[in-house]
C-alpha cells in the first residue's frame, strides 16, 4: 500500500500533466482566434461552447464523475480561453465574458 506522500506525488504529477495540457489547448485556442480574425469569423462561439460542454458531461458520466460539477469547470476553461484569444487576436464573439 502507497504512503500519503507517494500518492500525494502522483497528484502533483497529474496537476503538473493538467497544467501542461491547458498550455496546449491555449496554443490552439490561439491560433483558431487568428484563423477567425483572418478568416471573418466561423462557427458562433456561443454554438461550439454548447457542444463542448455537453461532449465533456457525457464523458464526466462515463467517468463516474459530477456531469455538472466538469461543466462548471470546462465553461470557466472556455471562458480564459477565449479571454486569451481576445488578447492575441481579437475577433467577433457571442458570448458575454463578462459573467
Known amino acids: 500500500m502507497r504512503n500519503l506522500i507517494e500518492l500525494r506525488a502522483e497528484i502533483d504529477v497529474i496537476d503538473e500533466e493538467l497544467v501542461r495540457l491547458i498550455a496546449r489547448r491555449k496554443v490552439i485556442a490561439l491560433e483558431i482566434a487568428k484563423f477567425k480574425k483572418e478568416n471573418g ?6 454554438a461550439r461552447i454548447g457542444k463542448v460542454l455537453e461532449r465533456v458531461g457525457k464523458v464526466a458520466d ?19 480561453m477565449i479571454t486569451e484569444q481576445m488578447k492575441k487576436h481579437p475577433y467577433d464573439t457571442d458570448v458575454d465574458l463578462s459573467k
Open 41 to 46: 469569423g466561423g462557427d458562433k462561439d456561443s
Open 62 to 80: 462515463e467517468e463516474g464523475l459530477p456531469k455538472e460539477s466538469i461543466q462548471i469547470l470546462w465553461a470557466d476553461l472556455i471562458k480564459l
